[in-house]
């Protein structure tokens, strides 16, 4: 349906159920002070003031969708440890639903920990596993998608290249959407990055697009980026693809139209997540059946908004319609 304002549009969001399928993992913040250096190696010594655990990877993308006003549904792997225990009761306390959540006794919940000292980031230590998952913890969470998926109004991979997301994961989920009309949207990261066949949007990063085709070219020869598109397009046979250009802001080229949005000039103190908000803003826009234009522009504009907080945190939605109505896109 065509809207008539951005506040209309955004009314809308309350409407939506959005799947998500992919590496979820905890996001671990140790703050403290630097006071000296270590007498063992050349390296500061942090006193720990405080800890923080937060949803990560596609679990952000929830809180994403849920800050949008969105129903976020989740389909993941965590292991069947204290970090995975951890990871539930997150999810609780943020009122997401745990049901589509498979533990597995053979993998390990993902953490990354972040050792932050005012406002700087000192190191990041990962636990993770990125093997594949077996036939039948695959099968389990197929079955968990496969339950839910006909309720949602679009579906997003979130790719961390974790091992949850398989080859034939992405084909039975792609071939269920189609017989139940809901689009599909992506981002991606290297293993699975042409395994994506059919979907709605394909949203990588300049980087991620260069790698995944074997490219190379200068960051600003926008010919060049629009070549690569029409290639990636054609290889996936999808719909269209929405790509983050970093400070030069987003490309898309969808439903018969290319467009390129410029960066909003930003005080950026983190860049983390900010890809977990673009593909939230994408995915409801593409439900909503939004033009391409819009499609970009409302994503583009949630990215930056995201990068002036340290950490990883969800696009505040009054904040996102705020900043959409001093713009004259309807």
């Not at 539930?88 to 993902?110: A, C, M, Q």
């Amino acid at each position: 349906m065509p809207y008539k304002s951005i506040e209309e549009i955004f009314a809308a969001f309350d409407k939506l159920k959005v799947l998500i399928i992919g590496d979820v993992m905890v996001d671990a913040y140790i703050w403290g002070a630097v006071e000296r250096i270590s007498p063992e190696a050349p390296v500061p010594v942090v006193r720990a003031t405080k800890r923080d655990f937060r949803l990560g990877g596609a679990a952000n993308v929830a809180l994403n969708i849920q800050s949008l006003g969105a129903e976020p549904i989740l389909c993941a792997v965590v292991g069947d440890d204290d970090n995975g225990k951890r990871f539930i009761e997150r999810l609780h306390e943020k009122n997401i639903s745990s049901e589509g959540i498979v533990f597995s006794t053979e993998r390990p919940t993902t953490v990354k920990t972040r050792i932050m000292t005012a406002h700087q980031h000192v190191v990041r230590v990962d636990e993770e596993t990125d093997r594949l998952l077996s036939k039948q913890e695959e099968d389990h969470l197929w079955k968990q998608i496969k339950q839910v998926l006909p309720t949602a109004d679009v579906i997003i991979f979130e790719d961390y290249d974790k091992g949850v997301i398989s080859k034939n994961l992405i084909k039975k989920t792609v071939e269920l959407s189609e017989s139940n009309n809901i689009p599909v949207v992506v981002d991606p990261k290297k293993r699975n990055f042409l395994n994506y066949k059919g979907v709605t949007l394909f949203k990588p990063n300049l980087k991620e697009l260069k790698e995944g085709l074997k490219v190379d070219f200068e960051k600003n020869d926008q010919a060049e980026i629009e070549r690569s598109v029409e290639t990636l397009i054609s290889k996936l046979n999808s719909q269209g693809s929405l790509i983050t250009l970093s400070e030069r802001g987003v490309y898309i080229q969808y439903g018969g139209q290319k467009h390129l949005i410029p960066a909003h000039i930003r005080e950026i103190s983190d860049v983390s997540g900010a890809g977990d908000t673009v593909i939230s803003i994408a995915a409801i826009a593409v439900a909503l059946n939004l033009s391409p234009f819009l499609i970009a522009a409302l994503s583009n504009l949630g990215g930056g908004l995201v990068c002036e907080h340290v950490g990883v945190v969800p696009i505040e939605k009054q904040a996102l319609l705020e900043e959409s109505k001093k713009h004259n896109w309807l």
